[in-house]
């Protein structure tokens, strides 16, 4: 059974910083693009950010540019995301995401491109 199970969530003053993480398990997701994405209350889950299964390439909402980061560790089947310069408008639930065809990193932006997705992990930002 495929899992995707998000942690490092919290509640932070603006200004401040988390990194989230996601491990994967029940099957290696070391060729597969993985994504971010966030669902603020009364609003519709967004794309943050995505990374290539290699990390070659990576893809920001423009939101969020300059100030997350994602990366992947494919031997700990893991994909991190740094977030800082943190806003109250980024409060949200956090979803980790990962597409199911390896190696093709197909689009990265909607809801659509994933066949797999976390719970989420609350982020909290107060201004």
């Known amino acids: 059974q495929v899992q995707l199970v998000e942690s490092g969530g919290g509640w932070v003053q603006a200004g401040g910083s988390l990194s989230l993480s996601c491990v994967a398990s029940?099957?290696?997701?070391?060729?597969?693009?993985m994504g971010w994405f966030r669902q603020a209350p009364g609003k519709e889950r967004e794309f943050v950010t995505a990374?290539?299964?290699?990390?070659?390439?990576?893809y920001y909402a423009d939101f969020v540019k300059d100030r997350f980061t994602i990366a992947r560790d494919n031997a700990k089947n893991t994909v991190y995301l740094q977030m800082n310069s943190l806003k109250p408008e980024d409060t949200a639930v956090y979803y980790c995401?990962?597409?199911?065809?390896?190696?093709?990193?197909?689009?990265?932006?909607?809801?659509?491109?994933?066949?797999?997705w976390g719970q989420g992990t609350q982020v909290t930002v107060s201004s």
């Open positions: 995401a990962a597409q199911r065809t390896p190696y093709i990193t197909r689009a990265v932006r909607r809801v659509a491109d994933y066949d797999y």
């Open positions: 029940g099957r290696a997701f070391s060729s597969n693009a």
């Open positions: 990374i290539t299964w290699n990390g070659a390439s990576t």
